[in-house]
């Protein structure tokens, strides 16, 4: 796709001014920022700074992108020159790179069989175990690493859960699958260490519980195994004077039915919901429901920015998406993923993401 130029970007953004005028969000005092997930190579540095200075002059004011400490040593300081915030996202639980060395680290289903062998749904669905030390220890040199370098913002956990159980709807004719309840091959994790984790607290081994989607107990060991690494990583970013962000699944009951995410309880600085209304068959108007579900949820302790999955949302779509999340009382939008938007997205979404139309 070509990118497109800050000229004429710039062009297109006067030219929206005057019907944009209209469209300011409803923000309550709100502190708000938007955020872009991006994705693939950087450019070289100085075409890097134009590209941030045009997404800037949308609205946008944080990008969360992958790669080394030594990577965001080098993009950190463009990005900065244009006041952009950058934040080291990173998949969490889901990394294959141990699975030789360590085949024991990760996640067994309840039909016995581990991911580092036969990953569930596609080839790279190797998720680690979340109760085993050595697991933990591995996440917070990772996150360590990532949050001493100078400058960067936060460290931004994506695939901080379980294997999906419950595949989003959308989801299922793309697997060939229908998971009307929980299914063995699917559920997570049945290994030895949280069997016996279990069986200590609990009295009872996992693998002998008759109906493992209604046990309270189990459920809640699960939430709680995810919940203790966010708290583990949160320290290690936090003893960095970093922010701990997190993507997490769009309302906190969808995140606990299909992934084990307690994300309200968690001691994260920040979450971004990945409101995706075409995973779940939902029209745009369900981005602002689910939006104040989180907020209502989490009670204003941490600020909530809606993710808006820009493929299912042509430019209009998008416009009223961030709209419905204002409304929901999000603090922002991040959009997945910013090397996506056609000239015509950033143009409606920047009517109802820059400053000037939010009023502050
Ligand atoms: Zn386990």
Redesign the pocket.
């Known amino acids: 796709m070509r990118r497109v130029t800050r000229r004429e970007f710039l062009a297109a953004l006067s030219a929206a001014a005057v019907t944009g005028a209209h469209a300011s969000a409803q923000t309550d005092g709100r502190r708000l920022k938007n955020w872009a997930w991006m994705r693939g190579a950087v450019p070289p540095l100085d075409e890097w700074r134009g590209q941030l200075s045009a997404m800037k002059a949308a609205g946008i004011d944080a990008i969360l992108i992958t790669g080394s400490p030594e990577f965001f040593q080098r993009i950190i300081p463009p990005a900065r020159a244009e006041g952009v915030d950058l934040h080291a996202w990173f998949p969490t639980m889901m990394r294959g790179e141990s699975a030789q060395a360590h085949p024991e680290w990760y996640?067994?289903s309840r039909a016995g069989v581990s991911t580092a062998v036969k990953p569930p749904y596609v080839p790279y669905y190797k998720f680690m175990?979340?109760?085993?030390d050595e697991v933990r220890q591995y996440l917070a040199g990772v996150v360590r690493d990532l949050a001493g370098v100078e400058g960067l913002v936060s460290v931004h956990l994506d695939y901080i859960r379980y294997p999906d159980v419950i595949l989003p709807v959308a989801l299922w004719p793309k697997y060939n699958i229908v998971q009307d309840k929980e299914y063995p091959p699917y559920d997570?994790?049945?290994?030895?260490?949280?069997r016996a984790r279990f069986k200590k607290a609990s009295g009872v081994d996992p693998t002998e519980i008759a109906d493992p989607a209604a046990n309270r107990a189990w459920l809640q060991y699960r939430y709680d195994t995810i919940t203790e690494v966010v708290s583990l990583l949160a320290d290690e970013a936090h003893a960095r004077r970093k922010l701990l962000t997190a993507a997490v699944f769009p309302t906190p009951a969808i995140a606990r039915a299909l992934v084990r995410q307690d994300w309200t309880k968690w001691k994260v600085d920040a979450v971004l919901p990945m409101i995706y209304n075409g995973f779940y068959k939902e029209d745009v108007a369900w981005v602002e429901r689910a939006t104040r579900e989180g907020v209502q949820a989490l009670g204003g302790r941490i600020p909530l920015y809606s993710g808006l999955y820009v493929p299912d949302l042509p430019p209009a779509d998008l416009a009223e998406a961030a709209r419905r999340a204002f409304a929901g009382g999000a603090s922002g939008v991040s959009v997945f993923q910013g090397n996506t938007l056609t000239l015509e997205h950033w143009t409606a979404l920047s009517a109802v993401l820059r400053p000037q139309e939010r009023g502050r």
């Open positions: 996640a067994v175990c979340p109760s085993r997570f994790c049945y290994c030895d260490v949280c």
